[in-house]
């Protein structure tokens, strides 16, 4: 499983979208829930709580989908580079939920590192754009 953000850095997130953030039904109590399980989350502790739950069951699609769907996020993106991760990803180094701009706090996966980032995808593409050879 990939290494996932501490509940700190969701609290962090999510808190940053609070006002904008939509009322999301979810079963704060199952780590199986899904989408369409109805429990309303009031609180920015008890999102990142339940998120954080959720994820150690998850796949990395799955992740980045409830994300986006948690900060009413435009979707999820890729981030190329000219380096071979491995033959299901190929030279896709980063997921992102695109929340439209690139350095506001988002949710990321770093492909090759197989980790999870909380933070602006901008700030993870400086970074990175020597390693990965990021076009």
Sequence with gaps: ?????????????????????????????????????????????????????????????DILDMANDLLDGHGIEAIRGDYHVNNYYYDIVGLYVNMGDPYIPTLLY??????????????????NTKRYGIF
Aim: hydrophobic share 35%.
């Design 110 to 127: 770093d492909t090759d590192r197989g980790k999870f980032y909380v933070g602006g995808y901008g700030d993870w593409v400086e970074a």
């Design 1 to 61: 499983m990939a290494n996932l953000p501490s509940k700190k850095s969701l609290v962090q997130m999510f808190k940053y979208y609070e006002r904008k953030a939509k009322p999301v039904e979810l079963d704060i109590a199952s780590a199986s829930a899904s989408k369409a399980d109805i429990v309303h989350i009031k609180t920015t502790d008890e999102r990142a709580t339940w998120l954080r739950h959720w994820m150690e069951t998850k796949k990395v699609d």
